[in-house]
Nanobody, 120 residues
């Protein structure tokens, strides 16, 4: 139904930057929310940032001022610009898409994940 393909992960030094991309294909509703989650070893998956189709954003406190989420609706693609990266940002980053039937009812889809490692 929906496929999400991520790219852009890798190894970066503390203070560096990376840009993640996620292209969605398949059946995508006009009412949808795209976002990024991450999961570090031994920890639960956590929300990083989300963005609605009209550009409203939401961030976890730990990345505010450092990460920026954006999207290109024509390409069904979401981006995550990560600046001032810290070792604690190391995790597998997952792209997420919610196809909304109503404001509270939706189907959710996940990408395969891309590794981000912040280390000197």
């Amino acid at each position: 139904q929906v496929q999400l393909v991520e790219s852009g992960g890798g190894l970066v030094q503390p203070g560096g930057s990376l840009r993640l991309s996620c292209a969605a294909s398949g059946i995508i509703f006009s009412f949808n929310v795209m976002g990024w989650y991450r999961q570090a070893p031994g920890k639960q998956r956590e929300l990083v940032a989300t963005i609605t189709r009209d550009g409203s954003t939401n961030y976890v406190d730990s990345v505010k001022g450092r990460f920026t989420i954006s999207r290109d609706n024509a390409k069904n693609t979401v981006y995550l610009q990560m600046n001032s990266l810290k070792p604690e940002d190391t995790a597998v980053y997952y792209c997420n898409l919610e196809n909304h039937y109503t404001s509270i009812s939706y189907s959710t889809y996940w990408g395969q994940g891309t590794q981000v490692t912040v280390s000197s």
